[in-house]
């Protein structure tokens, strides 16, 4: 599950969650659309 794998990565990197919340809002994007755009790069 790729949702699943996501949220391994982010528990394991917290402040790198927290650097895209800050992004997402920032850009005025989504946090789920932030998501997408991590995963594909």
């Known amino acids: ?3 699943e794998k996501l949220l ?3 528990e394991v990197s917290a ?3 927290e650097v895209l919340i800050e992004a ?3 850009n ?3 946090y789920e659309d932030s ?3 991590t995963a594909s790069n």
Do not use: A, M, R
């Open 1 to 3: 599950e790729i949702i």
């Open 8 to 10: 391994t990565l982010f």
């Open 35 to 37: 998501v997408i755009y």
């Open 24 to 26: 997402s809002k920032n």
């Open 28 to 30: 005025g994007l989504d």
């Open 15 to 17: 402040v790198t969650k």
